[in-house]
């Protein structure tokens, strides 16, 4: 791309500025409205719609994998989802619903990417660098808070086999899904067999002259649990009070339940077991005989993101799909080579291969105090982290949404969003007030909090031997989990509404005047 100089216009200004649009930025622009009745706020999103993960998935058969009582927010419940697990263009119809509802559409910048963002200490502002993809052009906007929702899973992971360049045909990540293929009669390769790859298979085999599937791993599948509601139960949610209410904590309790099997505890052990007896019986009573080998783990259940099965094992027994382990070693200019020299032929290639994990922010070049980087910041660290997965010190009215450790393994992800923009909302509250106008976390209580974290992940079973995209290899050997939270939702929402204000800094200006 060639470097275009910035215009020399006086950068744009909001009270608050988000990168991103997706379910995190939708709870923060409501959430500021319904709170405090602000609306100075400003999006900047570089796809050309909001709705994050939600616009960018749309390949076949794409759906939320957490019910829907659940995966939507609190103070905007829904008592017409269409099944239990909704598909991708209800999830987009409904966040586009509730940002319309807050008027939050209008303040958003779409086709734009934030390249930088740095603290500008003299004037308490955070300068944001964007750039414009249609014009290619750079200006710049300012604001007093900055909030990251870009998302955890956006870089697609890169696939790792030589020759991908001398593919003749369409060769596609699924979150990029080419539409205008049509696969009918096609050889089809699919890499991968974690949860986009199980909800792709079953929903193109049948249009394909023969579909292989590439796996390099093994997954716990459970039962389905995806089903229609019916049309008096949609009803009975919409027309009684706390049906809805009273539906979702049920389901919040049963997802919470299945937190006892993280702890490497004799009782985590034992309902693990449970689990497992469970899924094994599933799996080899629904796949084929001749793939249980390739199918069935040998590893603890939960070390792994679980799979609910939307017709994925079914549907290996289709004559025109043949299941793999060997090893892809070169993409041909009309197949794939494997590690025991066979051509596996390919019209096409969809890599459901997953996304890169443990990083955050994207690209975005986050500078702060004295010149800091986040990526410095975290180098020192030994890895991403964030204070209550969503502050780091030197990084003034800076909040990370759905940051590093937020995510579950167990229950919802907009419940850990919800948190994190609560959090950060209660702990700008005295900055609001104008009782200061910038707040910093103390380094000490990053510290404390990143240590304990760490520690008491080293406890679960992600740490349990698998290979999974939790948890990568840090240095001199030191495993870091930055994708999973440890403690149960309630734990997250309390330390959300009662924050320790000792382990903040407030200031006017550059004077700093000790906590409120």
Known sequence: ??????????????????????????????????????????????????????????????????PSALYSFSFEPNPTWSRMLPSTDELWAYLNRVATKYSLPRKMSFGVNVERCEWIEERSRWQLHIRHLATDSVYKHESQFLFCASGQLVTPRDLGVPGVGSFKGPIFHASRWRHDIDLTDKNVVVFGNGCTAAQIVP??????????????????????????????????????????????????????????????????????????????????????????????????????????????????????????????????????????????????????NGYVTNRFLGNIEVVGRQGETIKDHWDRFGGAEAYNCSAL????????????????????????????????LRILKPVLDGKSSVVDLKIEAEHRYVDRIQADLQKTVWFSGCKSWYVRDGEEGKKWNAMSYPWSQGHFWYRSVFPTWSDWSFSVGSNYYGTV
């Open 1 to 66: 791309m060639a470097q275009v100089n910035e215009t020399d216009q006086e950068p744009s200004y909001s009270q608050f500025a988000c990168i991103g649009t997706g379910f995190s930025a939708i709870a923060l622009g409501a959430t500021l409205k319904r709170w405090y009745g602000i609306t100075d706020i400003c999006f900047f999103e570089k796809h050309k719609q909001l709705g994050g993960t939600w616009f960018v998935n749309k390949y076949p058969g794409c759906a939320c994998d957490v």
């Open 203 to 352: 929903s193109i085999v049948g249009k394909t002259k023969h579909l292989t599937q590439i796996i390099r791993s093994k997954h716990w599948v459970l039962p389905p649990i995806d089903q229609p509601f019916p049309a008096w139960f949609k009803f009975f949610l919409t027309w009684f009070p706390g049906a809805l209410l009273a539906f979702r904590f049920i389901i919040f309790l049963a997802a919470e339940n299945e937190l006892r099997g993280f702890p490497m505890t004799k009782a985590g052990a034992r309902f693990r077991q449970s689990r497992r007896r469970i899924a094994e019986a599933y799996m080899r009573k629904t796949a084929p005989a001749k793939y249980h080998d390739l199918l069935v783990p040998d590893f603890e259940i939960g070390c792994k993101r679980r799979i609910f099965d939307s017709g994925y094992l079914e549907s290996l027994h289709a004559k025109n799909l043949t299941l793999t382990n060997e090893e892809a070693v070169e993409i041909l200019p009309n197949g794939v080579r494997t590690n025991k020299d066979k051509i596996i032929p390919a019209d096409v290639v969809v890599l459901a």
């Open 393 to 424: 010190s030197g990084f003034p009215n800076f909040f990370v949404l759905l940051g590093p450790n937020a995510a579950t393994g167990h229950t919802s992800a907009i419940m850990a969003a919800e948190n994190s923009v609560n959090f950060a």
